[in-house]
């Protein structure tokens, strides 16, 4: 693809030969762009940005200053190996945000979905995978290897440790460390990281029907009294309830499934 001739390039940026830059991007002053990037259609970089590594950059994302995308994994076992990043259409990079690549040990690949919004000083690590809509709000952390699906909201100052993942739809609240799992739809707070009920403002925001909230209602009632450990829990809501609700159906289909960590509770 080379460097579309409709694409605009400050004359103090630095474009590395082999670099790919889409129809319309903009790469602002002392803006770098390494050999094995590529910028799709309409993509901003603002002033002082740095985009390296092998790295993909989605449609009309925007990246402001001082961010740095696409450098190494800060992993002591990352010996050099190529690994990428991916990073999808309309998110909104803000200033001093770090996105490493992935490592062999992680599958090579840190991924981000469309349409989010990583607010400054934000930091994705290696082999981390991002959803659609997900907001990370000033100087949140999500370690390698997290899971974090569409629709998550991370509040400031927060850390997701390695390795956990966070169902959809969950809201982690402002200077929280979440060491386990997070299911769907979930609110969590607290310094260590409380499972404290339900998203239920994210759910209104976005319409969602009375009745499956209602039954959203029920099931974290079943999960947080019901005898037995909490996946028992999900399976006996799964025969009793999950068919009434794609939403509930969600969260047990999320406790049911793998993962390395133990997962944070109702209280």
């Known amino acids: 693809m080379g460097i579309d001739p409709s694409a605009l390039i400050h004359p ?58 696409g450098d190494v994994p800060q992993d002591l076992k990352y010996a050099g190996e190529k690994s990428r990043l991916m990073v999808g259409a309309r998110n909104r990079i803000r200033e001093g945000v770090t996105m490493n690549t992935g490592t062999e040990g992680g599958g090579g690949l840190t991924q981000v979905g469309d349409d989010g919004l990583f607010m400054a000083g934000a930091h994705v690590a290696h082999d981390a995978h991002v959803g659609n809509r997900v907001i990370m709000a000033n100087n949140a952390a999500v370690a390698g290897h997290c899971m974090i699906a569409d629709d998550v909201i991370i509040g400031g100052l927060s850390g997701v440790h390695q390795f956990v993942r966070i169902g959809k739809g969950a809201i982690i609240g402002a200077v929280t460390m979440v060491t386990n799992d997070v299911m769907p739809y979930g609110l969590v707070q607290g310094p260590r990281g409380v499972l404290d009920g339900l998203n239920l403002v994210g759910l209104k925001r976005r319409g969602v029907a009375r009745e499956d909230i209602m039954a959203l209602r029920a099931a974290f009632q079943a999960l947080a009294q019901g005898e037995g450990a909490f996946q028992d829990r999900a399976r006996r809501l799964l025969d009793d309830v999950a068919g009434q609700s794609t939403y509930v159906r969600d969260i047990v289909e999320f406790v049911l499934g793998d993962s390395d960590r133990s997962f944070l509770t109702p209280g």
């Open 12 to 69: 103090s940026a630095v474009v590395e030969p082999g670099a790919r830059i889409g129809p319309g991007c903009v790469v602002g002053p002392f803006s770098l762009v390494g050999p094995e990037v590529t910028l799709a259609a309409g993509v901003t970089l603002k002033s002082h940005a740095v985009v390296t590594g092998w790295t993909d950059i989605g449609e009309g994302t925007v990246i402001f200053p001082f961010a740095n995308i």
